[in-house]
Protein backbone atom coordinates (compact mmCIF):
# COMPACT_ATOMS: atom_id res chain seq x y z
CA UNK A 1 0.00 0.00 0.00
CA UNK A 2 1.41 3.61 -0.67
CA UNK A 3 3.25 5.37 -3.00
CA UNK A 4 5.58 3.43 -5.58
CA UNK A 5 7.86 6.17 -5.91
CA UNK A 6 6.51 7.64 -9.73
CA UNK A 7 6.43 11.14 -8.83
CA UNK A 8 9.28 13.40 -7.66
CA UNK A 9 10.46 17.52 -6.75
CA UNK A 10 12.03 18.75 -9.79
CA UNK A 11 11.86 22.65 -9.04
CA UNK A 12 12.14 24.61 -6.51
CA UNK A 13 12.15 28.66 -5.40
CA UNK A 14 11.96 30.32 -1.85
CA UNK A 15 12.44 33.76 -0.86
CA UNK A 16 15.13 34.98 1.57
CA UNK A 17 13.72 35.01 4.93
CA UNK A 18 13.71 38.77 6.11
CA UNK A 19 12.41 40.78 8.52
CA UNK A 20 8.67 41.51 8.58
CA UNK A 21 9.62 45.37 9.19
CA UNK A 22 11.51 45.55 5.93
CA UNK A 23 10.43 42.51 3.90
CA UNK A 24 8.71 43.87 0.65
CA UNK A 25 5.05 43.23 0.75
CA UNK A 26 3.50 41.40 -1.95
CA UNK A 27 -0.39 40.58 -2.56
CA UNK A 28 -0.63 36.95 -2.33
CA UNK A 29 -1.58 36.21 -5.83
CA UNK A 30 1.36 37.90 -7.04
CA UNK A 31 3.21 36.03 -4.79
CA UNK A 32 1.67 32.72 -5.88
CA UNK A 33 2.61 33.87 -9.52
CA UNK A 34 6.22 34.75 -8.77
CA UNK A 35 7.05 31.63 -6.51
CA UNK A 36 5.21 29.62 -9.72
CA UNK A 37 7.43 31.19 -12.66
CA UNK A 38 10.45 31.27 -10.46
CA UNK A 39 9.76 27.18 -9.05
CA UNK A 40 9.42 26.74 -13.06
CA UNK A 41 12.38 28.25 -14.46
CA UNK A 42 14.30 26.01 -12.05
CA UNK A 43 13.13 22.62 -13.00
CA UNK A 44 13.12 24.00 -16.45
CA UNK A 45 9.71 23.63 -17.21
CA UNK A 46 6.72 26.05 -18.73
CA UNK A 47 3.31 26.56 -17.31
CA UNK A 48 1.41 24.95 -19.51
CA UNK A 49 3.09 21.91 -18.15
CA UNK A 50 1.76 22.53 -14.86
CA UNK A 51 -1.98 21.03 -14.38
CA UNK A 52 -2.36 20.50 -10.33
CA UNK A 53 -2.28 23.02 -7.86
CA UNK A 54 -1.68 22.86 -3.76
CA UNK A 55 -2.27 25.61 -1.82
CA UNK A 56 -1.92 26.74 1.44
CA UNK A 57 -5.33 28.88 2.67
CA UNK A 58 -5.66 30.84 5.51
CA UNK A 59 -3.87 33.87 4.15
CA UNK A 60 -6.61 34.15 1.49
CA UNK A 61 -10.06 33.92 3.68
CA UNK A 62 -9.91 38.11 3.17
CA UNK A 63 -9.99 37.46 -0.46
CA UNK A 64 -11.88 35.14 -1.34
CA UNK A 65 -12.63 31.66 -0.20
CA UNK A 66 -12.63 29.81 -3.21
CA UNK A 67 -8.76 29.93 -2.69
CA UNK A 68 -7.55 27.60 -5.52
CA UNK A 69 -10.37 28.09 -7.81
CA UNK A 70 -9.63 31.48 -7.40
CA UNK A 71 -5.88 31.46 -8.61
CA UNK A 72 -6.12 29.12 -11.35
CA UNK A 73 -8.88 31.37 -12.52
CA UNK A 74 -6.57 34.76 -12.10
CA UNK A 75 -3.65 33.14 -13.45
CA UNK A 76 -4.57 31.02 -16.45
CA UNK A 77 -4.15 27.96 -15.20
CA UNK A 78 -5.96 24.57 -16.26
CA UNK A 79 -5.56 22.16 -13.38
CA UNK A 80 -6.92 18.76 -13.29
CA UNK A 81 -6.18 18.47 -9.70
CA UNK A 82 -6.91 21.12 -7.40
CA UNK A 83 -6.45 20.97 -3.28
CA UNK A 84 -5.53 23.77 -0.25
CA UNK A 85 -3.79 22.06 2.87
CA UNK A 86 -3.81 23.32 5.72
CA UNK A 87 -1.97 21.50 8.22
CA UNK A 88 -0.05 24.33 10.01
CA UNK A 89 3.87 23.13 10.06
CA UNK A 90 3.39 19.90 8.32
CA UNK A 91 1.26 21.82 5.43
CA UNK A 92 4.63 21.38 3.33
CA UNK A 93 5.01 17.69 3.89
CA UNK A 94 1.20 17.13 3.69
CA UNK A 95 1.43 19.16 0.04
CA UNK A 96 4.25 17.44 -1.68
CA UNK A 97 2.34 13.73 -0.93
CA UNK A 98 -0.97 14.66 -1.96
CA UNK A 99 0.63 16.23 -5.08
CA UNK A 100 2.76 12.84 -5.63
CA UNK A 101 -0.73 10.56 -4.63
CA UNK A 102 -2.90 12.65 -7.13
CA UNK A 103 0.19 12.54 -9.71
CA UNK A 104 0.56 8.13 -9.48
CA UNK A 105 -3.75 8.02 -9.39
CA UNK A 106 -2.81 9.35 -12.65
CA UNK A 107 -5.03 13.33 -12.44
CA UNK A 108 -2.40 14.86 -13.11
CA UNK A 109 1.13 15.20 -14.47
CA UNK A 110 2.75 18.42 -12.18
CA UNK A 111 1.53 20.14 -9.16
CA UNK A 112 2.11 23.32 -8.11
CA UNK A 113 3.10 23.15 -4.41
CA UNK A 114 2.89 27.04 -3.13
CA UNK A 115 3.17 28.94 0.06
CA UNK A 116 3.30 32.55 -0.51
CA UNK A 117 4.16 34.13 3.06
CA UNK A 118 4.97 37.76 2.98
CA UNK A 119 2.84 40.09 4.04
CA UNK A 120 0.28 42.22 1.80
CA UNK A 121 0.61 45.79 1.25
CA UNK A 122 -1.29 47.77 3.71
CA UNK A 123 -4.95 48.94 3.28
CA UNK A 124 -5.82 52.40 3.91
CA UNK A 125 -6.56 51.66 7.10
CA UNK A 126 -4.64 49.22 8.76
CA UNK A 127 -1.69 50.95 11.20
CA UNK A 128 1.39 48.53 10.63
CA UNK A 129 2.36 48.35 14.22
CA UNK A 130 -0.49 46.40 15.53
CA UNK A 131 -0.27 44.22 12.17
CA UNK A 132 3.51 43.52 13.58
CA UNK A 133 2.50 42.93 16.92
CA UNK A 134 -0.20 39.92 15.68
CA UNK A 135 2.49 38.75 13.24
CA UNK A 136 4.56 38.21 16.57
CA UNK A 137 1.97 36.89 18.70
CA UNK A 138 0.27 34.62 16.11
CA UNK A 139 -0.99 31.24 16.77
CA UNK A 140 -3.66 31.18 18.91
CA UNK A 141 -7.50 32.48 18.47
CA UNK A 142 -9.09 34.25 20.89
CA UNK A 143 -12.27 34.86 18.84
CA UNK A 144 -15.11 33.94 20.35
CA UNK A 145 -16.14 30.41 20.00
CA UNK A 146 -12.58 29.36 18.62
CA UNK A 147 -11.98 26.44 20.65
CA UNK A 148 -8.36 27.72 22.19
CA UNK A 149 -10.20 30.68 24.09
CA UNK A 150 -12.51 27.92 25.47
CA UNK A 151 -10.45 25.08 26.21
CA UNK A 152 -6.90 26.13 26.37
CA UNK A 153 -6.40 30.09 27.20
CA UNK A 154 -7.94 30.01 30.44
CA UNK A 155 -5.68 27.32 31.77
CA UNK A 156 -2.55 29.70 30.49
CA UNK A 157 -1.79 28.24 27.00
CA UNK A 158 -1.04 31.40 25.42
CA UNK A 159 0.16 30.49 21.82
CA UNK A 160 2.91 27.69 21.13
CA UNK A 161 6.05 29.16 23.32
CA UNK A 162 4.31 27.75 26.42
CA UNK A 163 3.13 24.80 24.37
CA UNK A 164 6.35 23.02 23.62
CA UNK A 165 7.92 24.47 27.26
CA UNK A 166 5.88 22.56 28.75
CA UNK A 167 5.84 19.20 26.46
CA UNK A 168 9.98 19.94 27.44
CA UNK A 169 8.73 20.02 31.29
CA UNK A 170 7.16 16.68 31.01
CA UNK A 171 9.85 15.44 29.13
CA UNK A 172 12.54 16.55 31.68
CA UNK A 173 10.30 15.02 34.50
CA UNK A 174 10.23 11.33 32.65
CA UNK A 175 13.81 11.41 31.04
CA UNK A 176 15.92 14.17 32.45
CA UNK A 177 17.40 17.15 30.42
CA UNK A 178 20.18 18.42 29.52
CA UNK A 179 20.20 21.71 28.81
CA UNK A 180 23.78 22.14 26.82
CA UNK A 181 22.63 19.11 24.41
CA UNK A 182 19.60 20.57 23.42
CA UNK A 183 21.74 24.20 22.90
CA UNK A 184 24.20 22.04 21.00
CA UNK A 185 20.82 21.52 18.20
CA UNK A 186 20.94 25.22 18.02
CA UNK A 187 24.50 25.51 17.73
CA UNK A 188 25.19 22.60 15.15
CA UNK A 189 22.18 24.04 12.91
CA UNK A 190 23.63 27.10 13.39
CA UNK A 191 27.08 25.81 11.70
CA UNK A 192 25.10 24.33 8.58
CA UNK A 193 23.67 27.83 8.60
CA UNK A 194 26.92 29.83 8.12
CA UNK A 195 27.66 27.61 5.08
CA UNK A 196 23.83 29.10 3.84
CA UNK A 197 23.86 32.57 2.28
CA UNK A 198 20.19 32.43 2.09
CA UNK A 199 19.94 31.46 5.88
CA UNK A 200 18.79 34.67 8.01
CA UNK A 201 21.48 34.47 10.28
CA UNK A 202 24.08 33.52 7.78
CA UNK A 203 27.20 35.02 8.57
CA UNK A 204 26.04 34.88 12.84
CA UNK A 205 28.21 32.45 14.71
CA UNK A 206 26.93 31.13 17.51
CA UNK A 207 28.37 29.00 20.99
CA UNK A 208 26.47 26.99 23.52
CA UNK A 209 26.94 29.48 26.17
CA UNK A 210 25.10 31.83 24.06
CA UNK A 211 22.29 29.87 24.02
CA UNK A 212 22.23 29.05 27.42
CA UNK A 213 22.85 32.87 28.36
CA UNK A 214 19.76 33.85 25.90
CA UNK A 215 16.46 35.19 27.68
CA UNK A 216 14.40 32.81 29.09
CA UNK A 217 10.97 32.60 26.93
CA UNK A 218 9.31 29.62 28.39
CA UNK A 219 11.10 27.95 30.85
CA UNK A 220 13.40 25.69 29.60
CA UNK A 221 13.25 27.07 26.06
CA UNK A 222 15.56 30.44 25.30
CA UNK A 223 14.87 32.65 22.71
CA UNK A 224 18.03 30.87 20.68
CA UNK A 225 15.72 27.66 20.89
CA UNK A 226 12.56 29.03 19.42
CA UNK A 227 12.30 30.12 15.47
CA UNK A 228 12.49 33.66 14.28
CA UNK A 229 9.29 34.50 12.38
CA UNK A 230 10.02 35.98 9.15
CA UNK A 231 8.14 36.85 6.14
CA UNK A 232 9.13 34.65 3.37
CA UNK A 233 7.40 32.00 0.64
CA UNK A 234 7.88 28.79 -1.38
CA UNK A 235 6.91 26.46 -3.83
CA UNK A 236 8.43 22.96 -5.29
CA UNK A 237 7.06 21.70 -8.50
CA UNK A 238 6.20 17.61 -8.40
CA UNK A 239 5.81 15.91 -11.32
CA UNK A 240 5.24 12.66 -12.84
CA UNK A 241 8.63 10.23 -13.67
CA UNK A 242 7.83 11.35 -17.70
CA UNK A 243 7.76 14.88 -16.76
CA UNK A 244 10.76 14.54 -13.85
CA UNK A 245 12.68 13.05 -17.48
CA UNK A 246 12.56 16.37 -19.27
CA UNK A 247 13.28 18.63 -15.99
CA UNK A 248 16.53 20.36 -15.10
CA UNK A 249 17.38 18.83 -11.91
CA UNK A 250 17.65 15.71 -10.86
CA UNK A 251 14.68 14.80 -8.90
CA UNK A 252 13.68 13.39 -5.65
CA UNK A 253 11.53 10.66 -5.83
CA UNK A 254 8.60 10.65 -2.88
CA UNK A 255 8.69 7.00 -1.91
CA UNK A 256 7.50 7.13 0.99
CA UNK A 257 4.67 9.74 3.18
CA UNK A 258 3.13 9.06 7.17
CA UNK A 259 0.97 11.94 8.65
CA UNK A 260 -1.09 11.21 11.72
CA UNK A 261 -2.95 13.79 13.59
CA UNK A 262 -3.84 13.72 17.79
CA UNK A 263 -5.54 14.95 20.47
CA UNK A 264 -4.44 18.77 20.91
CA UNK A 265 -1.60 18.91 22.66
CA UNK A 266 -0.44 19.56 25.70
CA UNK A 267 -3.76 20.11 26.68
CA UNK A 268 -5.52 16.85 25.91
CA UNK A 269 -2.54 14.92 24.75
CA UNK A 270 -2.66 10.97 26.64
CA UNK A 271 1.59 11.23 26.94
CA UNK A 272 2.88 14.43 25.35
CA UNK A 273 6.40 13.36 24.86
CA UNK A 274 5.01 10.65 22.40
CA UNK A 275 4.23 12.40 19.73
CA UNK A 276 2.15 11.58 16.18
CA UNK A 277 5.26 11.97 14.30
CA UNK A 278 5.93 7.96 15.67
CA UNK A 279 3.58 6.80 13.55
CA UNK A 280 3.63 9.10 10.49
CA UNK A 281 7.64 8.25 10.55
CA UNK A 282 7.01 4.71 10.66
CA UNK A 283 4.62 4.57 7.91
CA UNK A 284 7.00 6.53 5.67
CA UNK A 285 10.03 4.37 6.29
CA UNK A 286 7.70 1.06 5.60
CA UNK A 287 6.44 2.12 2.79
CA UNK A 288 9.35 3.58 1.33
CA UNK A 289 11.27 -0.18 2.71
CA UNK A 290 14.06 2.03 4.71
CA UNK A 291 14.80 2.15 8.48
CA UNK A 292 15.97 5.16 9.79
CA UNK A 293 19.52 4.05 9.78
CA UNK A 294 19.26 3.97 6.13
CA UNK A 295 19.07 7.80 5.30
CA UNK A 296 21.96 10.04 4.62
CA UNK A 297 20.41 12.92 5.75
CA UNK A 298 17.28 14.11 7.74
CA UNK A 299 15.61 17.57 7.81
CA UNK A 300 13.44 17.68 10.67
CA UNK A 301 10.87 20.35 11.25
CA UNK A 302 12.60 22.59 14.17
CA UNK A 303 10.25 25.12 15.31
CA UNK A 304 12.20 24.32 18.71
CA UNK A 305 15.02 22.59 20.18
CA UNK A 306 12.48 20.36 21.80
CA UNK A 307 10.80 19.11 18.57
CA UNK A 308 13.83 17.88 16.65
CA UNK A 309 14.46 16.18 20.49
CA UNK A 310 11.11 14.16 20.40
CA UNK A 311 11.25 13.55 16.32
CA UNK A 312 14.93 11.99 16.84
CA UNK A 313 13.23 9.77 19.12
CA UNK A 314 9.97 9.11 17.88
CA UNK A 315 10.91 8.88 14.10
CA UNK A 316 13.47 5.39 15.80
CA UNK A 317 16.91 7.45 14.76
CA UNK A 318 17.34 6.52 18.79
CA UNK A 319 15.63 4.82 21.58
CA UNK A 320 12.81 6.79 23.76
CA UNK A 321 14.76 9.14 26.69
CA UNK A 322 18.17 8.48 24.23
CA UNK A 323 17.84 11.73 22.46
CA UNK A 324 19.89 13.94 24.27
CA UNK A 325 22.75 11.11 24.74
CA UNK A 326 22.02 10.64 20.24
CA UNK A 327 22.82 14.54 19.71
CA UNK A 328 25.76 14.95 22.05
CA UNK A 329 27.04 11.79 20.72
CA UNK A 330 26.60 12.71 16.86
CA UNK A 331 27.85 15.73 14.71
CA UNK A 332 24.19 17.15 13.14
CA UNK A 333 26.19 19.66 10.59
CA UNK A 334 26.88 18.92 7.47
CA UNK A 335 29.99 17.56 8.06
CA UNK A 336 28.94 15.31 10.38
CA UNK A 337 27.72 11.50 11.50
CA UNK A 338 24.18 12.72 11.05
CA UNK A 339 23.56 15.49 8.72
CA UNK A 340 20.34 17.35 9.91
CA UNK A 341 19.06 20.76 9.22
CA UNK A 342 21.79 21.14 6.54
CA UNK A 343 20.13 24.66 5.47
CA UNK A 344 20.21 25.75 9.15
CA UNK A 345 16.90 24.50 10.01
CA UNK A 346 14.03 27.07 10.58
CA UNK A 347 15.91 28.01 13.61
CA UNK A 348 18.67 29.59 11.79
CA UNK A 349 17.30 30.05 8.26
CA UNK A 350 13.91 31.59 9.69
CA UNK A 351 10.47 30.68 10.01
CA UNK A 352 8.19 32.20 7.00
CA UNK A 353 4.99 30.85 8.19
CA UNK A 354 3.80 27.51 7.52
CA UNK A 355 6.01 27.90 4.51
CA UNK A 356 8.78 27.23 7.04
CA UNK A 357 8.58 23.68 6.86
CA UNK A 358 8.85 23.88 3.05
CA UNK A 359 12.73 25.11 3.71
CA UNK A 360 13.28 21.28 5.27
CA UNK A 361 11.67 19.92 1.80
CA UNK A 362 13.67 22.09 0.23
CA UNK A 363 16.85 21.24 1.29
CA UNK A 364 16.28 17.84 0.79
CA UNK A 365 15.65 18.01 -2.66
CA UNK A 366 18.38 20.95 -3.14
CA UNK A 367 21.18 18.12 -1.48
CA UNK A 368 19.52 15.25 -3.07
CA UNK A 369 20.02 17.49 -6.65
CA UNK A 370 23.60 17.99 -5.46
CA UNK A 371 23.33 21.85 -5.76
CA UNK A 372 24.04 22.49 -2.35
CA UNK A 373 27.16 24.27 -2.67
CA UNK A 374 29.69 24.41 -0.04
CA UNK A 375 27.36 22.33 2.23
CA UNK A 376 26.38 19.49 -0.23
CA UNK A 377 26.82 16.15 1.39
CA UNK A 378 29.39 13.98 -0.14
CA UNK A 379 26.52 11.34 -0.74
CA UNK A 380 23.13 12.06 -0.48
CA UNK A 381 20.60 9.61 -2.12
CA UNK A 382 17.91 9.25 0.69
CA UNK A 383 16.60 12.20 2.93
CA UNK A 384 14.08 12.35 5.69
CA UNK A 385 11.78 15.42 6.32
CA UNK A 386 9.15 15.85 8.84
CA UNK A 387 6.82 18.47 9.48
CA UNK A 388 5.33 19.15 12.70
CA UNK A 389 2.13 21.58 13.26
CA UNK A 390 0.22 22.94 16.33
CA UNK A 391 1.66 21.75 19.32
CA UNK A 392 2.80 18.70 17.82
CA UNK A 393 -0.29 17.67 17.29
CA UNK A 394 -0.26 17.31 13.57
CA UNK A 395 2.82 15.58 12.00
CA UNK A 396 4.15 14.57 8.61
CA UNK A 397 6.86 12.64 7.55
CA UNK A 398 8.48 12.21 3.70
CA UNK A 399 11.15 10.08 2.24
CA UNK A 400 12.73 11.58 -0.58
CA UNK A 401 15.19 9.58 -2.74
CA UNK A 402 17.39 10.38 -5.41
CA UNK A 403 16.76 8.07 -8.94
C1 LIG B 1 3.13 26.68 13.13
C2 LIG B 1 3.06 25.29 13.60
O1 LIG B 1 2.09 24.60 13.25
C3 LIG B 1 4.14 24.70 14.41
C4 LIG B 1 5.20 25.69 14.79
O2 LIG B 1 6.07 25.97 14.02
S1 LIG B 1 5.09 26.34 16.33
C5 LIG B 1 6.11 27.79 16.26
C6 LIG B 1 5.41 28.96 15.66
N1 LIG B 1 6.22 30.15 15.80
C7 LIG B 1 6.11 30.96 16.89
O3 LIG B 1 5.30 30.74 17.75
C8 LIG B 1 7.08 32.11 16.97
C9 LIG B 1 8.01 31.91 18.15
N2 LIG B 1 8.86 33.08 18.37
C10 LIG B 1 8.47 34.12 19.16
O4 LIG B 1 7.39 34.10 19.73
C11 LIG B 1 9.43 35.30 19.32
O5 LIG B 1 10.47 35.18 18.39
C12 LIG B 1 10.03 35.34 20.75
C13 LIG B 1 8.93 35.53 21.79
C14 LIG B 1 10.77 34.06 21.02
C15 LIG B 1 11.03 36.49 20.81
O6 LIG B 1 10.33 37.67 20.61
P1 LIG B 1 10.75 39.02 21.38
O7 LIG B 1 11.37 38.68 22.69
O8 LIG B 1 9.53 39.86 21.37
O9 LIG B 1 11.87 39.56 20.48
P2 LIG B 1 11.78 40.88 19.59
O10 LIG B 1 11.59 42.07 20.47
O11 LIG B 1 10.80 40.65 18.47
O12 LIG B 1 13.24 40.91 18.97
C16 LIG B 1 14.36 41.24 19.75
C17 LIG B 1 15.60 40.81 19.01
O13 LIG B 1 15.71 39.37 19.08
C18 LIG B 1 15.68 38.81 17.78
N3 LIG B 1 14.84 37.61 17.85
C19 LIG B 1 13.51 37.55 18.06
N4 LIG B 1 13.10 36.28 18.09
C20 LIG B 1 14.19 35.53 17.89
C21 LIG B 1 14.40 34.15 17.82
N5 LIG B 1 13.36 33.30 17.96
N6 LIG B 1 15.66 33.69 17.59
C22 LIG B 1 16.67 34.56 17.46
N7 LIG B 1 16.55 35.90 17.52
C23 LIG B 1 15.31 36.37 17.74
C24 LIG B 1 15.08 39.89 16.88
O14 LIG B 1 15.58 39.79 15.57
C25 LIG B 1 15.56 41.15 17.54
O15 LIG B 1 16.90 41.38 17.15
P3 LIG B 1 17.40 42.87 16.81
O16 LIG B 1 17.26 43.63 18.09
O17 LIG B 1 18.81 42.67 16.35
O18 LIG B 1 16.48 43.37 15.74
Redesign the pocket.
Known sequence: MGLKGQAAIVGAAQYRPE?YATAPRMFHLEQVADLAARALQDAGLQASDLDGLVINGPQFHEASVFVPAMAAEYLGMRLNFAEVVD?????SVGMVWRAAAAIELGLCQAVLCVLPARMAPLGPDEDPAWMARAM????HSTAFGAPEAEFDLPYGHM???T??AMIAQRYAARYGYDPAAMAKIAVDQRTNALTNPEAM?FGKPLSAEEVLA??M?ADP?H???????VAGGAAVIVASKEVAARARNRPAFVTGFGEHLAFKSPSYAAEMTETPIGPASRRAFEMAGLKPGDVDAAQI?D??TI?VLLTLEDAGFCEKGEGMRFVREHDLTWRGNFPMNTHGG??SFG?A??A??MSQVIEAFTQLAGRAGDRQLKRCDRVYVSG???????QGALILQGA
Open positions: KLGGTTRFGGGQNGYFSKVLVLEIVMPYCYTQLQGSGGTGGVMSE
